[in-house]
């Protein structure tokens, strides 16, 4: 797919030594295999949720991925689930397209399971202790928020690190 015609032309898959016609079902295969492998080289997350990673991939193997992304899904109904569906909306709607609710759950799904519930207790809670303040500006940094954390803007903050996490830094 490093050649823009190659999409035009179509690929064809077949496993080597063994007879058969892909009807797309080696497709399928193909896909699904090249998501699972790549999802260690190219994203960054958990199990259930990964963005680009933020750095050391260069622009045109974004576009490489962008095509295979595109002609699997066109070709064979491969989507790739795993990829955090905030980001995804982002691409594939724009970015206008997400609300803060959007990228909260993003970022949640993006997070460890740690972080996760500690940023839905603090987002609930009615006291920031002096453990939990260090903990947003620690969370905070990740994106280049520096607001000084209060009860009032815990959710600011989380928004504002998903926007730069999930949609601005790939």
């Known amino acids: ?6 999409l035009e032309k179509g690929v064809t ?7 058969g016609v892909d009807l797309d079902g080696i497709k399928r295969d193909v896909f699904t295999l090249f998501w699972r492998q790549s999802s260690c080289r190219f994203l960054e997350g958990n199990d259930y949720s990964f963005v680009p990673r933020a750095t050391g991939i260069p622009r045109e193997q974004y576009v490489l991925i962008g095509r295979i992304l595109s002609y699997g899904y066109i070709t064979a109904s491969i989507f790739p689930t795993f990829v955090n569906r905030a980001y995804m909306q982002a691409l594939l709607c ?3 397209s997400l609300t803060d609710d959007n990228l909260l759950e993003g970022i949640l799904e993006y997070l460890s399971t740690y972080e996760r519930e500690r940023l839905l207790r603090l987002m609930s809670s009615s006291h920031l202790s002096a453990n939990d303040i260090d903990f947003i500006l620690d969370f905070g940094e990740r994106g280049g928020v520096n607001f000084t954390p209060t009860i009032e803007n815990i959710r600011k903050i989380v928004v504002e690190v998903a926007r730069a996490v999930l949609i601005n830094t790939p």
Request: no cysteine; net charge negative.
């Open 1 to 6: 797919h490093k050649n823009k015609s190659n």
């Open 13 to 19: 898959f077949k496993y080597i030594d063994e007879p």
């Open 94 to 96: 724009g970015e206008d």
